[in-house]
């Protein structure tokens, strides 16, 4: 066990120690233009996250998905016009998500100083890096210059390239290795699940099917709170949820503990504490918050350079949930 633990330390020594190749942004894009707009966005969202501890899992959520559906472009903060054909929120795989508004009040903070300069898709990532920072997490550097789609895709397009709840550990790799990702990163991407809730609908089948094996792998006690929370039929709503983890409101590395002591919520929680090429990642990153932190660090930038538009591709919008 001392030579495995030694052997990840020296992986991800060396790992995660330079920055994304291949990213088309700058850490230095707005030097010039706004060079005061990551303090704009850190001090707006500081009052909003004092008065709704719930916003950042909300936001980092938000994040998460645009970026998996055509790119981090700010697509899912369009909102849908008068008879048009349902947009990217209409997916069923966009329920729960919350606080688009957010990113508009920023975004007039912004304006205020820099007008017409930053672009709402660059907003986003950086209330997704504060989601993490003001919580307890790292504080990310992330490049920015990405512009916002200048049209958004359709429901369609959002039900097939999100994952569902019963997404397995295959699925995930394949993902977020599409994004660039290697094995650790993908298993310290999902570590964002620290933060917040899952909707009871997103357990029911890992609670309830015959013959699924699902219960087997929890803690006892743990999968009787959930039947409890969340029980059988009718009487479960899609207002039910459970926390993520017990310190569902502090970016840590919980989440692994919880998981490996078998009280992972999700699916996919107990499927990487068992499959041998996650395992020793959720082991390690159980008791190792640093390099969880580091992990984590460098596949969100990995993720927020996923299908970006810079220049004359995409647009700066005037409002987020409008296109110009």
Known sequence: MVMIRTIVAVFFLFHFRFGVKGCSLSYHFYEKSCPQVEDIVKNGLQA??????????????????????????????VDPGEGSVPMEMASTKNFGIRKRELISIVKSMVEAQCPQQVSCADILILTAREAVALTGGPRIKVPLGRRDSPQTPSYELADALLPPATAGVADMLNIFA????????????????TLGITHCSNIQNRLYSP?????????PDFAAFLRLTCPQGPLTSNLSFVLNDPTSFAFDNEYYVNAMGGRGVLKIDAEMVLDPQTAHFMQHFSINQDDFFQAFSSAFVKLSCSGVLTGKQGVIRNNCNAIN
């Open 48 to 77: 909003i996250f004092l008065a709704d501890p719930t916003s950042p899992a909300a936001l980092l959520r938000l994040m998460f998905h645009d970026c998996q559906v055509q790119g981090c472009d700010a697509s899912i903060l």
């Open 211 to 219: 013959n699924n094996g699902e219960l087997r792998v929890m803690e």
């Open 178 to 193: 599409k994004k660039g990702m290697t094995v650790a990163e993908s298993v310290a991407i999902l570590g964002a699940h």
